[in-house]
């Protein structure tokens, strides 16, 4: 895994037309694994280091599922969300705390504004602050309270690096992926976040669900049941992430800032993606073109999650995947 400070080898990815002409390019690296874990597809420098940001929740779970955290299926999944700050999940994150006998002036992520648009536009018309509870990782930060409560450890310092709770993920990071994890630095959110390969990060959601698949009760089944049974909970209405979750049976994936995508199916298959210039427009594109290689495609999706590229308010253009 490179952790040099030099760019990571990224290849051209998605192209933007405008007419018959090329626009623009969006840069990026994508793996494809089979369900042996070998490499079907390769693009760019999947060996690099690259931040997993909000992509890593579905692994910080797993961490904390083993280190006693009792959440239902629905917390769960919000421990692994970026929720769009919708009513539903407002109500799990309150009760993730509550059932810790903890409060929302527990949480220290950083307070906002919801994610959703919708969201977003009522909680302004109804003059709402910015809180912690709003803000996208505010299920994963409940649960890692109520991981600290059941173990007796400090809730006051849980973002500390050094906290027992924060060591634990580490280690399961290098469990899972193989590799040592590199360029530990804080989160958007406040936490801890770490880099690895996009190959390790296709090899967390290829053991997720290939074990959780199997073992519906272990920390792994709790995590692949809970995330693929309750779509809505992982992202929210009209969220990509949901909607390829709907549409593919089986199929477990989430988003990360910054363009990061992983995913997999119950057989172990499973991608990860980064776009180099943090583009959304280009990691959903290529999000989709991943699931495609793993036997799954959906024109009605495609449709709905690709940018229009417009002129004078008419589609012009498009944005394709190279290759």
Known sequence: MTTSATFPAHAPAVT???????????YGSLVVLDAHGSAARTLGDPEAMMFGRSALKPLQALAMLRAGFAGNPHQVTLACASHSGEQMHLDVVRSTLADAGLTESDLLNTPDLPFGQEARKVATIMGE?????????SGKHAAMLATCVVNGWPTG???DPAHPLQQLILETAREVTGEEPAGLTVDGCGAPVFGFSLTGLARVYAHIAKVGSQAPASPEGRIYFGI?????????TNRDVTDEMIAFTGLMTKD?????QAGAFADGSAFALKIADGSDRARSVLGLDAIRTLGRSSSKLEKKHTLPILGHGKPVGTLRVIG
């Open 16 to 26: 933007v037309t405008r007419g018959q002409a090329v626009e623009s390019v969006h």
């Open 228 to 236: 693929t049974q309750n779509p809505e909970l992982l992202g929210g």
């Open 157 to 159: 310092t849980y973002l």
């Open 129 to 137: 602050q910015p809180s912690a509870l709003y803000q996208n990782c």
């Open 256 to 260: 990360g800032a910054e363009a990061v």
